[in-house]
């Protein structure tokens, strides 16, 4: 199965609200990186946390990590329509070169 | 900014035709990565390179194969199109080695073979 899967897969809510994604993962990492992309489009990264780091800020986004659970979350604050987009967080491999191991994402619709 | 750019945004093939996927990136960058995407199974690697001339398989490279005779160029060939190689097709590349940076992605070509 995917090393990353997102939860949930698709989530809509309005503007002005938050939205959470929630990612898992299996196996030990060097660092996990969420992406955005809007639809048919290429994806564009947003952030990345190392496994040594518990939370990361940029923007309206915040990312935690927690490599216990093997689990990280991304919040976006403070949404906006354009907003709209499908969210992946793809995890480092450890032994193979950095490799990333997409998840099969978050579709989140922000409702004006 | 990085830009990574590929050669069609829409393309459609028929089966069996030889199809090359060509994709461009301008910031020196070691690394070069092809995707597929697909509906329920997101992004599947399907080869990479970590430098001119290297070549390394990802998780499905059947019926597929690279070139990368320049660092700035890495081209995905379809040797003989199928219908189940209908796909979005991601470029990536990215300038670290082995920490696993982040990835710059191409807008995407999206194949249809009948």
């Known amino acids: 199965s995917q090393q990353g899967e997102e939860d949930p897969q698709a989530l809509s809510i309005q503007e002005g609200e938050n939205a959470t994604m929630n990612c898992s993962y299996k196996t030990s990492i060097n660092n996990l990186q969420w992406y955005r992309q809007n639809s048919g489009r290429g994806l564009v990264h947003l952030i990345l946390i190392r496994s040594n780091e518990r939370e990361k800020h940029s923007g309206r986004l915040r990312v935690t990590l927690d490599t216990s659970k093997k689990s990280s979350s991304l919040l976006i604050t403070a949404s906006r329509a354009a907003d709209t987009a499908s969210y992946f967080c793809?995890?480092?491999?450890?032994?193979?070169?950095?490799?990333?191991?997409f998840g099969q994402g978050t579709e989140l619709s922000v409702k004006p | 900014d990085v830009k990574v750019t590929q050669s069609s945004r829409y393309l459609v093939k028929r089966t069996g035709e030889k199809v090359f996927l060509e994709c461009v990136q301008d910031?020196?960058?070691?690394?070069m990565f092809w995707y597929r995407q697909d509906p329920g199974l997101g992004l599947r690697l399907i080869y990479f390179?970590?430098?001119?001339?290297?070549?390394e398989k990802g998780d499905i490279p059947e019926g597929y194969s690279v070139s990368r005779e320049k660092k700035e160029r890495f081209s995905l060939i379809l040797e003989s199109a199928s219908t189940n190689q209908t796909s979005m097709y991601l470029c990536?590349?990215?300038?670290?080695?082995?920490?696993?940076?982040?990835?710059?992605f191409g807008p995407g070509t999206r194949l249809t073979v009948t």
């Open positions: 990536a590349s990215r300038e670290q080695g082995l920490a696993g940076g982040l990835e710059y």
């Open positions: 910031m020196d960058h070691e690394n």
């Open positions: 793809a995890t480092a491999r450890y032994n193979q070169g950095g490799k990333l191991i």
């Open positions: 390179s970590y430098d001119v001339k290297m070549k």
